[in-house]
């Protein structure tokens, strides 16, 4: 207790103030009350089983909490009940029998649990389903459509189906479609890489017919068109004899080794004829003529010859050739435009030989030069077709 200058005392009593101040009233009676109060105040904190008033204040807190727990559980209790009596519970407990063969609440809630994320997934497989059914509506329409689109795809695996069975089988070589297909691509890089070499090509062409001669393209086209006509002319002259060449060996090895005697000498009495004594000798390998010896003693070879020469050449050596397997007997050779690349001198003389040689042997000449048939035209033997 304290006292205080103003007439009055102070008093604390574990943590409890009081302060008394002089004035009117009974200072006695309130001290005795003040005692008394006090001693109410041990008695109620040994009831309670503490020692301060904070601790009660503590225990009043707590109290207030049991309270509101109590009151939180009661509300749980009456929800849980949900409007049933405990005796209609326990019925309902009764009915289910041995509680022991019933899961525990964790193992119910774990399920709960995996159902309920289970469900939250199907949900959300249905609307993801509800979204696509939706967009199919805004595409397809109607469920009628759909079939009909339906039956259109059957029907085109089907063609497709058929064409893959009519397909033929894969090349010799190929083991499976994909190598087949691995051999393709690499024949298609080849030809890109093909085309990339011809578009160098016509570039440098390009570059190179800058310095070209002042020939156009049409006459350079048609000296190629000429000189392609002269080939296959050549050509084609070429095979008639190389088939002649062919026969003759075939009947010069059933004859004996005289065969020959004569067709030297009646092939160069036909050349000199046409060529004007300009070849004094022949020189023969085997059975056809090698080189040509001419008056002033050089020697040419076949290839050397001019087109006019090689064709008196092949005039001439067929002449021989008819005269030599012949001889009286009756016959006729064919003539395809023999004077065609010869100059008008030689063609004048070739056309004398032609003539003479029809007197022994019928001529079937074939010509598409309307001037060659008028030289022809001076022997009467000669019929025109």
Known sequence: MEKIATGGFSLNIDGVDV???????????????????????????????????????????????????????????RSELDGKSEDALKSELKELGDLDKVRSLDEISDDLVEKQTELNGLSKEADEAEEKLEKWKETYKSVDDVILELADLSKSIKDISGEIEELPELPEGFESADEFIEKVDALDQDIRELDGKISNQKIEKANLEKDAPDTSSEELEK?????????????????????????????????????YSGLEESFLKWLQQMVGNRFDAIQMNGDLPATFQTDDGRPLTYEILSHGTKDIVAL?????????FLQDQAGF???????VDMDPDRREKASEAIEEFA???????????????EMLKKNKELIKV
């Open 19 to 77: 302060e008394v101040f002089s004035g009117e009233g009974d200072l006695e009676n309130t001290v005795k009350e003040l005692s008394l109060k006090e001693q109410d105040l041990q008695r109620l904190l040994k009831e309670l089983d503490v020692d301060s008033v904070q601790s009660a204040e503590s225990m009043a807190e707590l109290y207030r909490q049991k309270l509101q727990d109590k009151d939180n559980a009661e509300k749980l209790y």
């Open 223 to 259: 000296m190629l068109e000429e000189a392609e006509d002269d080939f296959e002319r050549i050509h084609q002259e070429a095979e008639t004899l190389a088939n002649v060449r062919e026969r003759t060996i075939e009947l010069l090895k059933s004859m004996d080794a005289n065969t």
């Open 316 to 324: 001439s050596w067929r002449f021989a050739l008819t005269d030599h």
């Open 333 to 339: 050779i064919v003539l395809d435009d023999p004077m």
């Open 359 to 373: 007197g022994k042997q019928q001529v079937l000449v074939m010509t598409c030069h309307p001037e060659h048939g």
